[in-house]
């Protein structure tokens, strides 16, 4: 099974900050990652796909990078409606598997 | 608008059985893989569970193989998780979620099911 290490496992941050999130994968999995929003309470939401690619609807403040084995989440200016955990997963063969989730707290 | 609805959680002893349901609309079902995924209270999400469109091909994590069974009927535009022998370690909310157009990727997502497993 492919591994997915986050980090960090929390941040705090302010709001109009510069956010980044690492993901790291076991092996290659070329740029076959997506990322998630979760909110207490509330279901996962799809953000990007493909490493890079915004889902319809996600503010343009999110973007995506990597390939192979390390990617990046950032947030270029964070938002009051930001602060969540973000997920990332690998989708490049089954088993699909997550990162442990970074939560984007309040500084 | 997609929507994606489950039922059939609750409390269950160790060894007990639970079937859950997924009700979906706003789509056509007929044509997406489906999946369920579980993140058990303050941690992080571990998918369980792929069945196809056809339901010809399905895939289990290793932590539920032989335990539990996915199934869907698409005149009810529903898909189901049978668990059998459940354990504590199966304490969790169940999503079910769609597979995208990208595939393996899980565009929409339900609200989540409770399931607690508890003497």
């Known amino acids: 099974d492919i591994q997915m290490t986050q980090s960090p496992s929390t941040l705090s941050a302010s709001v109009g900050d510069r956010v980044t999130i690492t993901c790291r994968a076991s092996?290659?999995?070329?740029?076959?990652l997506a990322w998630y929003q979760q909110k207490p309470g509330k279901a996962p939401n799809l953000l990007i796909y493909?490493?890079?690619r915004l889902e319809s609807g996600v503010p343009s403040r999110f973007s995506g990078s990597g390939s192979g084995t390390e990617f990046t989440l950032t947030i270029s200016s964070l938002q009051p409606d930001d602060f969540a955990t973000y997920y990332c997963?690998?989708?490049?063969?089954?088993?699909?598997?997550f990162g442990g989730g970074t939560k984007v707290e309040i500084k | 608008e997609v929507q994606l609805v489950e039922s059939g959680g609750g409390l269950v002893q160790p060894g007990g059985s639970l079937r859950l349901s997924c009700a979906a609309s706003?789509?056509?079902?007929?044509?997406?893989?489906m999946n369920w995924v579980r993140q058990a209270p303050g941690k992080g999400l571990e998918w369980v569970s792929y069945?196809?469109?056809?339901?010809?091909?399905?895939y289990y994590a290793d932590s539920v193989k032989g335990r539990f069974s996915i199934s869907r009927d698409s005149a009810k535009n529903s898909v189901f998780l049978q668990m059998n022998s459940l354990r504590d370690e199966d304490t969790a909310m169940y999503y079910c979620?769609?597979?995208?157009?990208?595939?393996?990727?899980?565009?929409?997502w339900g609200q989540g099911s409770l399931v607690t497993v508890s003497s």
């Open positions: 493909k490493a890079s």
């Open positions: 069945i196809s469109s056809s339901s010809n091909t399905i």
């Open positions: 092996q290659s999995i070329s740029s076959w």
């Open positions: 997963q690998q989708y490049n063969n089954y088993p699909l598997t």
């Open positions: 979620a769609r597979d995208g157009i990208v595939l393996m990727v899980l565009d929409y």
């Open positions: 706003g789509f056509t079902f007929s044509t997406y893989g």
